[in-house]
């Protein structure tokens, strides 16, 4: 799929068009080649700086989880068997959760109960919990003791003649792991949930990958840098700051990006805006270039006069993988890389189109999986998910689409409804939507209640 740049750079004739479902493998090819070439650059973090990094070795059990046969419910220890309706057990003992049974102590025997609690380790002897919500007790005199006060002995019944089978209300020990089980494989993404996981082995610094540093650079001459304006945000009603002319948009696109990266695990290192000039653009892409594996450039990879950026890259002897997809939107989008050199590892970039919809749908078709390989995780998957469509979509086929879409999860099936847009300009609709609709190249009718892909968020 390496084409000659040199036949591209005149851009857009169809026969540059590959198909989406292409576009895909070719980004995964590229992906699997990283996660390949990956060298350990792992280094020891502390978890909750470990935070959406992925591991670079596996999380082994440490033990047996859970360690003991942990008791799920507050209530009785018994032998599941002794359970019938008339049945009166005689209460021996008490284990609180943290407690161990006494050693020496015998097993809990026919007849008996040991109260108990959740998160306790279940004593010998007995087989299942009986919870205290279904218990009514008694006592009774059973003589007196040295000091001649009465001796009590505690009863335990099952109410409405409950009965248990064994191993109600207990976790067996090892049930969850068996000690040097691998419970997170190397490249797993840390969230929470992991995090909780470690610390259950006894961890509390995990070995992560590097967070990859990522480039953006936006490109036109109609933009301007909005950090360099200073605005409240309370002012929203007010006018325009005096530096933004009614021609002139603010740079989105990098601020996008920068959130898309951060939150996929990089760290997003934005560049000034380009302007839509051979030299400008050059020296711009040469930063980013120099400094991170990823560049990911946006705008100027259209068909206009002033959309420079493969040209430039071609001339910097970049190797395309593709320059356009038969997907909307983000037709033009560019994938390549420019050959490693003696001084610098192999870099990659996408020119991603400036429509601001385009810009964020192929962020998370395309860029997203290399730059979870470039983060060091295995078999990335978009998150996609079906839904019943409300209404009938009509298109033209031809293009795999992407529709700024509201995904309803509160209905029984979860329901989906494309939002009214302009087109992929629109960035108030974008926002308004929740996931995207994609219908698929060959297919110019999505009927009501049809269950559809969408591209979640
Ligand atoms: P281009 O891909 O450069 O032809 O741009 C397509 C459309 O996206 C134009 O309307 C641009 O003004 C807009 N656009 C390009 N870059 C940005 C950006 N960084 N932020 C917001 N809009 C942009
Ligand atoms: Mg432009």
Same mark, same amino acid.
């Given at each position: 799929?390496?084409?000659?740049?040199?036949?591209?750079?005149?851009?857009?004739?169809?026969?540059?068009?590959?198909?989406?479902?292409?576009?895909?493998?070719?980004? #995964?090819?590229?992906?699997? @080649?990283?996660?390949?070439?990956? $060298?350990? =650059?792992?280094?020891?973090?502390?978890?909750? !700086?470990? &935070?959406?990094?992925?591991?670079?070795?596996?999380?082994?059990?440490?033990?047996?989880?859970?360690?003991?046969?942990?008791?799920?419910?507050?209530?009785?220890?018994?032998?599941?068997?002794?359970?019938?309706?008339?049945?009166?057990?005689?209460?021996?003992?008490?284990?609180?959760?943290?407690?161990?049974?006494?050693?020496?102590?015998?097993?809990?025997?026919?007849?008996?109960?040991?109260?108990?609690?959740?998160?306790?380790?279940?004593?010998?002897?007995?087989?299942?919990?009986?919870?205290?919500?279904?218990?009514?007790?008694?006592?009774?005199?059973?003589?007196?003791?040295?000091?001649?006060?009465?001796?009590?002995?505690?009863?335990?019944?099952?109410? #409405?003649?409950?009965?248990? @089978?064994?191993?109600?209300?207990? $976790?067996? =020990?090892?049930?969850?792991?068996?000690?040097? !089980?691998? &419970?997170?494989?190397?490249?797993?993404?840390?969230?929470?949930?992991?995090?909780?996981?470690?610390?259950?082995?006894?961890?509390?610094?995990?070995?992560?990958?590097?967070?990859?540093?990522?480039?953006?650079?936006?490109?036109?001459?109609?933009?301007?840098?909005?950090?360099?304006?200073?605005?409240?945000?309370?002012?929203?009603?007010?006018?325009?700051?005096?530096?933004?002319?009614?021609?002139?948009?603010?740079?989105?696109?990098?601020?996008?990006?920068?959130?898309?990266?951060?939150?996929?695990?990089?760290?997003?290192?934005?560049?000034?805006?380009?302007?839509?000039?051979?030299?400008?653009?050059?020296?711009?892409?040469?930063?980013?270039?120099?400094?991170?594996?990823?560049?990911?450039?946006?705008?100027?990879?259209?068909?206009?006069?002033?959309?420079?950026?493969?040209?430039?890259?071609?001339?910097?002897?970049?190797?395309?993988?593709?320059?356009?997809?038969?997907?909307?939107?983000?037709?033009?989008?560019?994938?390549?890389?420019?050959?490693?050199?003696?001084?610098?590892?192999?870099?990659?970039?996408?020119?991603?189109?400036?429509?601001?919809?385009?810009?964020?749908?192929?962020?998370?078709?395309?860029?997203?999986?290399?730059?979870?390989?470039?983060?060091?995780?295995?078999?990335?998957?978009?998150?996609?998910?079906?839904?019943?469509?409300?209404?009938?979509?009509?298109?033209?086929?031809?293009?795999?689409?992407?529709?700024?879409?509201?995904?309803?999860?509160?209905?029984?099936?979860?329901?989906?409804?494309?939002?009214?847009?302009?087109?992929?300009?629109?960035?108030?609709?974008?926002?308004?939507?929740?996931?995207?609709?994609?219908?698929?190249?060959?297919?110019?009718?999505?009927?009501?209640?049809?269950?559809?892909?969408?591209?979640?968020?």
């Amino acid at each position: 799929m390496h084409r000659s740049p040199s036949s591209d750079v005149s851009r857009g004739g169809a026969a540059a068009l590959i198909s989406f479902d292409e576009a895909c493998s070719v980004v #995964s090819a590229q992906a699997s @080649a990283i996660q390949a070439a990956r $060298v350990s =650059e792992a280094a020891n973090c502390d978890l909750i !700086d470990a &935070l959406g990094r992925r591991l670079a070795v596996a999380l082994i059990a440490d033990r047996d989880q859970p360690p003991f046969p942990r008791v799920t419910r507050d209530g009785f220890a018994v032998r599941a068997k002794d359970l019938n309706p008339d049945a009166k057990l005689l209460v021996v003992g008490q284990i609180r959760a943290g407690e161990a049974w006494p050693a020496g102590k015998p097993p809990v025997a026919a007849g008996e109960a040991v109260e108990i609690m959740t998160g306790a380790p279940l004593p010998p002897g007995a087989d299942a919990v009986l919870m205290v919500e279904h218990t009514q007790e008694s006592e009774s005199e059973s003589g007196v003791d040295a000091s001649g006060e009465a001796r009590l002995q505690r009863w335990v019944r099952p109410l #409405s003649g409950r009965t248990l @089978a064994p191993g109600e209300n207990v $976790v067996p =020990e090892g049930s969850e792991a068996r000690r040097g !089980d691998i &419970l997170l494989e190397p490249g797993s993404r840390l969230g929470p949930e992991q995090v909780a996981l470690a610390v259950s082995c006894g961890f509390l610094s995990v070995p992560v990958y590097p967070k990859p540093n990522v480039a953006i650079l936006a490109t036109g001459d109609e933009l301007v840098n909005a950090s360099a304006q200073v605005r409240s945000f309370a002012a929203t009603s007010g006018e325009s700051p005096a530096a933004i002319q009614p021609h002139q948009i603010y740079d989105s696109n990098s601020h996008a990006l920068a959130a898309l990266v951060q939150q996929a695990g990089g760290t997003p290192l934005r560049q000034r805006p380009a302007r839509d000039e051979r030299d400008d653009l050059a020296t711009c892409i040469r930063e980013g270039l120099q400094a991170a594996p990823l560049l990911l450039v946006t705008g100027g990879v259209s068909m206009g006069k002033f959309d420079l950026v493969e040209e430039v890259l071609a001339g910097m002897g970049a190797e395309f993988f593709f320059t356009g997809v038969k997907m909307q939107p983000g037709k033009p989008v560019v994938f390549g890389r420019l050959p490693a050199t003696t001084d610098q590892p192999a870099r990659y970039f996408f020119g991603l189109p400036g429509n601001p919809v385009s810009t964020m749908v192929t962020f998370r078709v395309f860029v997203a999986p290399l730059l979870a390989a470039l983060a060091g995780e295995r078999n990335w998957q978009p998150n996609i998910a079906m839904a019943k469509l409300v209404a009938d979509f009509r298109t033209k086929s031809g293009l795999t689409r992407f529709l700024p879409a509201y995904l309803e999860t509160s209905s029984e099936v979860p329901a989906v409804t494309p939002v009214r847009t302009q087109g992929s300009g629109d960035l108030a609709a974008n926002a308004r939507a929740n996931c995207y609709l994609i219908v698929p190249e060959d297919c110019d009718l999505l009927s009501a209640d049809q269950m559809v892909r969408v591209l979640l968020r």
